[in-house]
């Protein structure tokens, strides 16, 4: 009889996450993978087409089963639907676990959303001493705090209660970003096994031809990804904003993406070597990233975000393309460690100026040594097959 794994995430297929090919990789290898989810609705915050937003149904993906609670809409541009999204999760998701939860041999949680998503895998653990393992993409306390909420008395103490009981209640972690260690250690009391599991790159076919982003040559500073508040747009916009009219000339900054903080930052400037092109589809991704010279990796500077890796990082990566980090700690320490393109401090825009000047003026036997040391990364530490049997190891440890 195969043994049966439960994942839970707040997202998941059609909906664009590493969590997909986890489950379908575990699948391959012979196991029955069941996922909890939500109706997709991310990034747009509306229902997919094709979807009902029922309280909850049942469909499958190539042979997985997947169980969906209602979703919230429109939390793209409110801070209280945002909120009612998490905790519509939790209370919704935890129900059908709770349901359904003891035929599964394990629990793998994506802890990608609020950690309050993860409630649903963690009553599983508590009423019917299921393992559960959680892979943590993003921290709590940090990552509230750094979204804006003031770190009172009354806050502080409810949020470290329960991330304490949260983390109690779990079997072991794997962690995306090396500094998440030291941040969870504090709430747990239990010697649960921590495994590294970093991201790996998206699948990118860099043989397909590239996007047309100028009429002349120039060289070309490519964004993309989700555009928020955190992303730290603004003062990569004033940096390049800042060159002086002989290197503006022969530049070009590229913002591919969407988010609740894209028509600000198209406020912010007149200036016409930086472009706006919107989102698009994954799978077009690598024209982009093939017709750009160096590709932006940027967060605001908070304690969470030293220790975060974003994802996109390991696909610039995969891309084999020099990387402007535009971030602190463990992304800048990667890409200076392994000498795979330039790092400025997110909040010097004299800083970030600079790395523009020097990525326009970088020779060329300096950009083929970026190139070959991001294949080589990309074939070690990041490389997928090799992280999703981690995971799976570390899932079904005993």
Known sequence: ??????????????????????ALEWKNKGYEVDVLTTVPTYPESKIYDGYKNKFYQKD???????????????YKTSLIKKLLKYFSFMFFASFISLKIGKKYDYVFGYDIAALTSMIPAILLKKFYNKPVTLWIQDVWPDSVYAYGF???????????TFIKFVYNNTSRFAISGK??????LPFISNNQKIKYAPNWSDSLDMSMDRIVLSDINKVHFTFAGNIGKVQNLDNIIKGFDSLEERYKNIAQLNIVGNGSALEDLKLLTTNKNIVFHGRKPRDMMAAYYKSSDFLIVSLVDKPIFSVTVPAKTQTYIAAKKPILAIINGDTSDLIKEYNLGYVASPNNIKDIQNIFIKAINADHNQIIKFNKNCDILNNTIFDKNNIINDLLNLTIKE
């Open 179 to 184: 500094g998440f260690k030291n941040k969870i």
């Open 60 to 74: 499958t993906w190539n042979g997985i089963n997947i169980y969906r609670v209602k979703a919230v809409t429109g």
């Open 1 to 22: 009889m195969k043994e049966k794994i439960l994942i839970v995430t707040e997202y998941f297929y059609p909906e664009e996450f590493k969590i997909n090919d986890v």
């Open 150 to 160: 003031k770190k009172s008395k009354f806050l502080q103490y409810a949020l470290n």
